[in-house]
């Protein structure tokens, strides 16, 4: 499995982005997605992750109500929908996935196999 990020740039505060994950690989009908992300000198932190099917979807408490994964397994991507950024969103985020039987998905770093390569989100004050 190939991830690729992208939509990442500078927006000010309140504003939105969204973010796509471009999978490659013939697993992907069977892989959760999530995405994560990683300020400057903090560890990596859960935003989103969506099971395999798109039925199920996890949110991490910093950005409930703001962010929202979506998957479209025609197309082969995975979205996050960023609203209402605040500076503390600044990071780099990663898609990641997880390759799994069950139609669950994790939240943590450690659950996933392959990552992309990260995209640089900044929001200004």
């Known amino acids: 499995v190939q991830l690729q990020a992208s939509g990442g740039g500078l927006v000010q505060a309140g504003g939105s982005l969204r973010l796509s994950c471009a999978i490659s690989?013939?697993?992907?009908?069977?892989?959760?997605i999530g995405w994560f992300r990683q300020a400057p000198g903090k560890e990596r932190e859960f935003a989103a992750a969506?099971?395999?099917?798109?039925?199920?979807?996890y949110y991490g408490d910093s950005v409930k109500g703001r962010f929202s994964i979506s998957r479209d397994n025609a197309r082969r991507t995975v979205d996050l929908q960023m609203n209402n950024l605040k500076p503390e969103d600044t990071a780099v985020y990663y898609c990641?996935?997880?390759?799994?039987?069950?139609?669950?998905?994790?939240?943590?770093?450690?659950?996933?196999?392959?990552w992309g390569q990260g995209t640089q989100v900044t929001v200004s004050s």
């Open positions: 690989g013939r697993s992907f009908n069977t892989a959760a």
């Open positions: 990641a996935a997880d390759v799994r039987l069950k139609d669950a998905a994790g939240t943590g770093a450690s659950t996933y196999d392959y």
């Open positions: 969506i099971t395999r099917s798109g039925r199920y979807t």
